[in-house]
């Protein structure tokens, strides 16, 4: 695997995500990238936080504004394992991120079902990125938690 390749970014998110699974989070993980360098890792953390709006890329956007010391993202690229619901959609706008990478897909709560022009206009979004393990890790989850 070619350093700096989007599949290289990508298995940075499952470890993020792995993270989440491990602490009994929904095993979503980001990160977002400026320059081919890291500069902010999130995972769910909606349980641990008690707070509905702790989604991967919400802390992820706040992280990488924060290094960054602005409010934009417009060259940075988002890593995430799966695909934005609707809320994270809003603030991906806000943030004006200039491309989204996702793993899986959410037919159920994705932005893509819900509110498929959401992301700014510039945004290029390129789903399906190592899908098969992004997917395979949120099966695992769910069937564990219903056992």
Known sequence: MEL?????????????????FEEG????????VSKNRIIAKAYNQTEKLQDVTAHAEM??????ENTLGAKYL??????????????????????????????ASDPKRGFRQTNPKILHPKTKISGGLLEQECGDLLLRFFEKLRK
Do not use: H
């Open 59 to 64: 802390i992820a956007i706040t992280s990488a």
């Open 4 to 20: 700096y390749s989007d599949e290289y970014f990508m298995n940075e998110a499952l470890k993020q995500a792995q993270i989440a």
């Open 74 to 103: 417009t060259d940075c690229r988002l890593y995430v394992t799966l695909e934005p619901c609707t809320m994270c959609g809003g603030a991906l706008f806000w943030s004006q991120i200039s491309q989204v990478f996702y793993g």
């Open 25 to 32: 989070e929904i095993p979503v993980g980001a990160v977002i």
